[in-house]
């Protein structure tokens, strides 16, 4: 008579966590089947019937319920693999950083690790060892952009100034316009990869159909947003955004405006002159990031815009104006909060990072 398999004894909540897993989109394939193999064994199954199910060997099945037995979920992770840890000496880290700092091989803009392997003599998998261990990642890249505006500390505070404390029964919009949306129509939907994930399918190719202009004005106070669409994006269109914003505001209550600037923003001292109560405050220059418009912007596009499809230019516009009405039910005012910025300034040698 053959061996008896073990009984697994499990808790409640260990049995629904094995049974998420077991539906879940997000897991690794293969986490998802030693799950199932084991709530097949805890559910009575033999090794053999449980391996015929999940079409592979009995010893497959006994192993993972015999890890699991022993060590709970956690049994059902890859154990540590064996073999002596790669070691990579000074020598070669002080080549390596000292190569980085010279010009690449010709026909290549930047160095990499098969470069840097090929030019030092040695296996690319020290190098990538070196450059793992160091935290170089040699293809992903950060920009910035640094403002150079001379009035940056006034600027800056004036609008941050609004955003922490503003005057007393004003009113603080941030304004900005954002250009050139596409209406892109391709077929989406959703695909499975070769390692078994579920991901968003688009279609490579696409239809333009136009393109449209978005104007939005954030109230700080609230964080509801108005916005209106154009298909241009002249002074005309900006300073008729500007009608609508303040048609509705008494002449006595005092509004203040964020704004970058953007050609259109500026020279319109006839209508500042039209509407006293209003007054414009500007960004500095190459600051955009001050205007907390472009916070909604980001949400707009990854909710509204990111992935779509639009077969014209009312399709767009009707898609921006349902996400303004189901953003409004939820709207908050954003808190402005400040960030240190590391590493934010090229460095003269790799070394001095490493430091």
């Not at 099945?61 to 049994?75: C, I, Q």
């Not at 941050?160 to 954002?178: H, N, S, T, W």
């Not at 279609?203 to 509801?224: D, I, K, P």
Request: charged share 25%; with cysteine; glycine share 6%.
């Amino acid at each position: 008579m053959g061996r008896r398999a073990q009984t697994l004894d499990i808790s409640a909540s260990d049995y629904r966590e094995l049974e998420r897993i077991s539906r879940s989109q997000t897991e690794s394939r293969r986490r998802v089947e030693r799950v199932r193999i084991i709530l097949a064994c805890v559910d009575g199954g033999r090794n053999e019937e449980v391996a015929k199910q999940y079409h592979t060997s009995p010893n497959r099945v006994g192993k993972w319920r015999g890890r699991f037995a022993k060590l709970g979920l956690a049994g059902l992770e890859d154990a540590p693999r064996c073999g002596k840890p790669v070691s990579v000496g000074k020598d070669l880290r002080v080549r390596v950083l000292k190569l980085l700092e010279t010009t690449p091989p010709k026909g290549q803009a930047a160095w990499d690790g098969k470069a840097l392997a090929s030019a030092l003599g040695v296996k690319k998998s020290s190098v990538y060892a070196l450059l793992a261990k160091e935290g170089i990642q040699l293809q992903r890249m950060r920009s910035w952009c640094v403002s150079t505006d001379p009035e940056f500390s006034a600027k800056a505070a004036d609008v941050i100034g609004l955003y922490l404390a503003p005057p007393q029964r004003a009113m603080v919009f941030c304004i900005d316009e954002k250009p050139s949306i596409q209406a892109l129509s391709r077929k989406t939907g959703y695909v499975e990869t070769t390692s078994g994930k579920v991901v968003r399918g688009l279609q490579s190719t696409y239809r333009r159909n136009g393109t449209l202009t978005l104007f939005a004005a954030l109230q700080v106070a609230t964080g509801e947003v108005q916005s209106k669409t154009t298909v241009t994006k002249t002074r005309v269109d900006f300073l008729a955004f500007m009608d609508d914003l303040v048609k509705d505001i008494p002449g006595t209550q005092e509004v203040h405006v964020i704004l970058d600037n953007y050609c259109t923003h500026k020279k319109n001292d006839d209508w500042l002159k039209a509407h006293p109560n209003v007054r414009f405050h500007f960004t500095p220059t190459s600051a955009s990031w001050l205007n907390l418009v472009e916070v909604w912007f980001g949400i707009l596009t990854r909710k509204a815009l990111k992935g779509a499809s639009f077969n014209s230019t009312q399709e767009l516009a009707q898609a921006i104006t349902d996400f303004c009405e189901a953003y409004h039910r939820t709207a908050k005012p954003f808190v402005w909060k400040k960030r240190d910025v590391k590493g934010a300034q090229l460095r003269n040698t790799i070394a001095n990072l490493l430091e």
